[in-house]
Structures are given as C-alpha cells and as structure tokens.
C-alpha cells in the first residue's frame, strides 16, 4: 500500500508538472513556506532589526532578513511535512498541497531541510552566532516541540508562541549581537499577542480542530473560560506594550499610541463575554478579535518605530 502510495504521488506530481509547467510548480513550494505567515513573521523581524540602536548596515540588513525568512518559510514547509495527515481531516487546510496531493512529502521534506540549513549556517557566517542560536532554538521548538504537542496538550499554544516571538528579538540581534531589555519587551509584545489571537482562531474554527483531535482551550477548558482567558490576556498586552516608556526606550508620545490602541482592542475582547458560548454571535465575535488583533500588532509596532 506504501509503495501504491508513492507511485501515486510521483504521477500526480507529474500530472501537475505537464499540466502547470514550472512556473505552477513553483508556486507549490512557495505555498509550503506559508507566504502570509512568513510575511507576517518577518515584518516583526524587520521591527527589531529598525529599533536596534546604531547605524544600519545595509548589507548586513539583506543578509539578516534573507537568512531569517529562509528559516521560517523552511520550517513551515516542514510543519506542512509533519501535519499532512492532520491537514487532510481539517476543512480549511485539505487544501494545502500535500493533502491534495500537489506534492510529494519527500520533496516537501527535503525542501524544507535545505531552507532551514541554509538559512542557519548563512546567520552563523554572514551576521552573528547569537542569532542563529536564537533561530535553532525556535526551529527546535516549533517543529519539534509545540507541533506534536497540539495533539495532546491544549497548553501547546504555550510553547508555540515561544518561537513566534522569536523573529524581532532575531532582528535586533542582528544588529547588536546582543539580548537587552528593550529585546525582551518585543519578545513580550509578540508572546502575549499570539495567545488571546490563536485562541480567537480556536473559537472560530472549534469543530475543524475536534475533527483533526487537535487539542485547543475551548474543546478542552470550555468556550466561556477561553472568552475570559482572551479578555484577560488582552488586558496583559496592553500591560506590557507600554513598557517602551517605562524604560525610556520609546518617547513619552508612544503612550498616547497605546491607550489609543489598546482600550478599543481591550473593549472589543470583553464583548465576547456577553455572548453565549454557542451560536453564529459568539463566532463572528471572535472572527472581528481575529481580524482586530491583526490590526492592532502593526500599528503597536508601527508606533514604537515613529517614536523610538
């Protein structure tokens, strides 16, 4: 059945190299870096690397951002690896290239190996080791760690949002080579953002994670303790994203920019409250959390680059 298997996907994947061409074929590995999530993830590479304090070199900037994005699309190709059975059973990711077969896991595989070598031994020579200690470290944990986890811990998002922070302390490393307070206030920013934002996603899309028995808060603790669990880490972010000020790192304006920011996303995150845990208001509740934290995490960041 295993070698059915294989033989299989070799013909798909001819059968989509003649009908695509190259150029289609290429757009299938490009979908395994998760383009969208790989953009996200270096924009809050690219706000390290502008907050880091000195004169910008240029090259090393090229290097750096390069270097980076070919660990984080590499991982995601090998994420794409490890979950293809997982995405086969969810509606909204059965889609995805080796589930449908565009692609043979082999290749995806190797794909995704060569990124990641390459994008670690490029920091190691071109910018600094602490930073490519910085990326293995996230890669390690990501792939190997939190992507297993999901289908046992719903306390997963924990240690996932430990290499998603990673990228702008990578940034600011780049630079300085070193770790300093205001590195680990962006490291805080994106740790504390990614919770109530994937547990937003969680809400929406409950029943393709129970399909996939992949194990999130409200499948596990109940959609009325995840509601309040969104609130009070909301709260947490707005909490932590003033600590620029604190530390005189930002410019008293930057203040203003918060509250601004934050009482409207802290007011939308207590709406869900007032929902019943079942029903379409509670989903487009956390459909708009969703939307509204994407919003938010780049006019925060945005912010502190204005008034460095």
């Not at 997963?156 to 949002?161: E, F, I, L, N, S």
Request: proline content about 5%; hydrophobic content about 50%.
């Amino acid at each position: 059945m295993k070698g059915y298997a294989e033989i299989r996907a070799l013909k798909l994947i001819g059968e989509n190299l003649k009908a695509k061409g190259m150029g289609g074929v290429f757009l299938d590995y490009f979908e395994l870096t998760k383009p969208k999530l790989t953009l996200l993830v270096m924009s809050t590479c690219l706000v390290g690397f502008i907050m880091a304090p000195g004169v910008i070199d240029y090259l090393n900037a090229i290097y750096s951002l390069f270097f980076i994005s070919m660990i984080v699309g590499g991982a995601c190709a090998l994420n794409c690896f490890i979950e293809r059975d997982v995405d086969s059973k969810m509606e909204r990711t059965r889609a995805r290239v080796l589930p449908s077969g565009k692609l043979s896991p082999n290749n995806a595989l190797f794909f995704g190996i060569f990124l990641v070598a390459i994008g670690h031994v490029g920091l190691f020579l071109a910018v600094n080791p602490i930073t490519c200690v910085l990326g293995l470290v996230a890669s390690v944990l990501y792939l190997f760690s939190y992507t297993p986890m999901k289908q046992k811990s719903e306390y997963a998002v924990y240690v996932g949002a430990i290499p998603g922070a990673m990228p702008p302390l990578m940034g600011w490393t780049s630079v300085t080579g070193v770790i300093d307070v205001f590195a680990y206030c962006l490291f805080a920013v994106l740790l504390i953002w990614q919770l109530p934002h994937f547990w937003a996603i969680s809400i929406y899309h409950a029943e393709d994670y129970e399909s996939a028995n992949i194990k999130v808060y409200p499948n596990q603790k109940g959609l009325g303790l995840t509601k309040v669990y969104i609130f009070i880490f909301t709260i947490i972010l707005g909490l932590i994203s003033i600590l620029p000020v604190y530390f005189n790192i930002a410019k008293p304006h930057f203040l203003w920019i918060a509250l601004a920011l934050n009482i409207p996303f802290i007011i939308q995150s207590s709406l869900g409250l007032f929902f019943q845990d079942e029903g379409v208001k509670l989903k487009k509740w956390a459909k708009m959390y969703f939307y509204a934290s994407i919003i938010y995490l780049p006019l925060l960041l945005g912010g502190m680059i204005f008034f460095k």
